[in-house]
């Protein structure tokens, strides 16, 4: 058994809808459906921004170290 969300009366977990008020299940599980997609695209947008994050970081050490070996082959030239 299933509280309604419309009239607060038992009802079976089987119905789509309340046989007392006609409160529709399938539109409260539509949206549960719904909020549970957008949490798991943030969840990936998350995740990507944090994977760019972090290439972008190694290709910034990757660049400093570059620069340093170039600053270092200007002083050893002057």
Known sequence: ???C???GKLINVNYCYCPWCGYSKVAEESKESLNLRYEQYRQNSYNRRINQI???EEQLNQL???LEVLVLSA???K
């Open 1 to 3: 058994m299933n509280i």
């Open 5 to 7: 969300g419309g009239c």
């Open 54 to 56: 972090e290439k972008m």
């Open 64 to 66: 400093e170290k570059e």
């Open 75 to 77: 002083e050893m030239h």
